[in-house]
């Protein structure tokens, strides 16, 4: 049974047809958002996807402009952003007493932005839809995915909550990312639920080829087999566990310190080669002048391997100080390799147009951090080099691997201390996870609070540690897998090739009317 069904038999388009029933269409509308945010992590409960966006397709065929259809797609996107992103409200509790007053900035005014790339969806929607029902939901599934690949790139990006994500919980079902990436897997997504809106041909076709998806991802991992390790490399994944509140205490900060130290030296059942430290674990800034503290952190790292940690790394004083955000390779001789990242949360770690915006205020303060030069390797004495993405930079498919390198593995140190015990941190766990099956590769996620874990090739998880749990994670590092992933190869050229074709069909049948 289709929504069109359904909704008949409720007389539903009387619901939102008269002009007094506006306020009863958007509050429909923001359900609808919801009901796409209950799809993702960590309630995964993937069937709302339909009413989500079955029933958004639905309600748009009643819209008689294209403003009425601009703020359809709002109402729908503020619904479903102001519930899967009101974590990031969390961050400013840190120091309320400072930062409290940006709640409702952020909540109401930032998600609310974020929801014009569905209202822009929808305006076009309006002006595009083909008049034949049955190529309705493929157009709509296309030009919405177009505008969540530009919200992945405009303005330096924000990829994050695509409706593909709804499928992590499924190993079977996100093998496809291997292939189509998760932008494709969003496209396939999004056509499957918006099918129910039409006919139960087109909506069983689509059942079906998600069934042959999940088939077709449990047939790659039965012919995987069991994970293979790089020999003679054994991991530590420090999980320290600090609150956010008393990291950069300095007060706190020879107990931040101690309790790494602490976590590091543990017992193990086997020796460990490398020692991994999540994002700034440091709790100073590392300079050129810091010798006493560079020697120090040297003697942690292993004989015949080496401590990896995030820190927070300066040069410079006065005017002309400049501090990065950065992963270094610590061994018994100092500082063996550094990489700076290069994709920084905008007025998270620097303000944009920060001349004309003098008195805002920011957890950053009064100091941008500087970006590094882009993605690249980093070279492990005693193990393969990494892809390193620092935090937010693990949820870019396009820049998980620097162009032209072949890294061993992928490497993601973060810090979700700022996200407490809220759906944040999963959602930041599983789309870092993806990224492992999109390119083939090991993911290694040293995370301070959680979700800390070591990942194969397949998104298959060797060894882990919970939410909020002080500990650390012992594991042998996987092997990439031996043939490069055709989305490793490819990016996203074939999804845009597709997309950009099925844009052109509501031209074509234009053009074809006329004569």
């Not at 490497?411 to 390119?439: C, K």
Request: charged share 15%; aromatic share 12%.
């Amino acid at each position: 049974m289709t929504l069109d069904t359904i909704f008949s038999r409720f007389n539903a388009h009387r619901f939102i047809a008269h002009r007094s029933s506006s306020l009863k269409r958007n509050l429909l509308l923001f359900v609808f958002g919801i009901c796409a945010t209950l799809a993702l992590p960590p309630v995964f409960a993937f069937p709302f996807l339909v009413p989500a966006f079955a029933g958004l397709l639905w309600l748009s065929r009643s819209a008689q402009t294209r403003r009425r259809a601009f703020f359809d797609g709002w109402w729908w996107g503020f619904g479903h952003y102001t519930t899967s992103l009101y974590w990031m409200c969390i961050a400013l509790l840190t120091d309320p007493a400072q930062f409290g007053w940006l709640i409702p900035f952020t909540l109401i005014g930032l998600n609310g932005l974020i929801a014009l790339y569905p209202a822009c969806a929808m305006a076009a929607w309006h002006y595009m839809r083909p008049a034949q029902a049955k190529w309705q939901p493929l157009v709509f599934a296309a030009l919405w995915c177009a505008m969540e690949w530009l919200r992945g790139h405009l303005l330096t990006g924000f990829p994050w909550n695509l409706a593909g994500y709804g499928w992590a919980f499924s190993d079977s079902m996100s093998q496809s990312v291997s292939v189509i990436g998760i932008y494709g897997l969003t496209f396939v997504t999004v056509l499957a639920a918006a099918s129910f809106s039409g006919g139960r041909k087109q909506a069983g076709a689509m059942v079906a080829v998600l069934i042959m998806m999940v088939l077709a991802g449990a047939w790659r991992l039965q012919q995987a087999g069991q994970a293979e390790f790089v020999p003679n490399v054994e991991l530590r994944l420090v999980q320290a566990n600090i609150n956010q509140e008393e990291k950069w205490s300095p007060a706190r900060e020879r107990m931040v310190f101690s309790r790494y130290v602490q976590l590091s030296r543990a017992p193990a059942k086997t020796p460990i080669t490398h020692i991994i430290w999540p994002e700034t674990a440091v709790p100073f800034l590392i300079s050129d002048d810091s010798a006493l503290a560079i020697r120090a952190l040297g003697q942690l790292a292993p004989e015949s391997g080496a401590l990896i940690t995030g820190v927070l790394r300066a040069e410079g004083v006065g005017a002309s100080l400049r501090v990065w955000n950065s992963v270094e390779v610590f061994t018994k001789r100092g500082v063996e390799a550094r990489y700076d990242k290069h994709h920084l949360v905008p007025f998270g770690e620097y303000v944009p147009f920060r001349a004309i915006l003098p008195k805002f205020v920011v957890p950053v303060g009064n100091l941008d951090l500087s970006d590094g030069p882009g993605p690249r390797l980093l070279d492990i004495p005693g193990a393969p080099s990494a892809s390193p993405l620092v935090c937010y930079e693990a949820i870019f498919p396009h820049e998980a691997v620097a162009k032209d390198t072949q890294p061993g593995w992928l490497l993601n140190v973060t810090n979700d201390a700022w996200f407490g015990r809220s759906s944040g941190p999963y959602q930041h766990f599983h789309m870092a996870r993806l990224r492992a099956i999109e390119q083939g590769l090991p993911l290694v996620r040293a995370a301070n609070t959680g979700i800390s874990a070591v990942i194969d090739g397949y998104g298959r998880v060797i060894a882990s540690a919970p939410l909020g749990q002080t500990t650390v994670v012992d594991s042998e590092l996987p092997m990439p897998l031996h043939n490069s992933t055709i989305y490793g190869g490819t990016g996203d050229r074939y999804f845009l090739l597709l997309i950009s074709t099925i844009l052109l069909l509501p031209f074509y049948f234009k053009i074809r009317s006329v004569f």
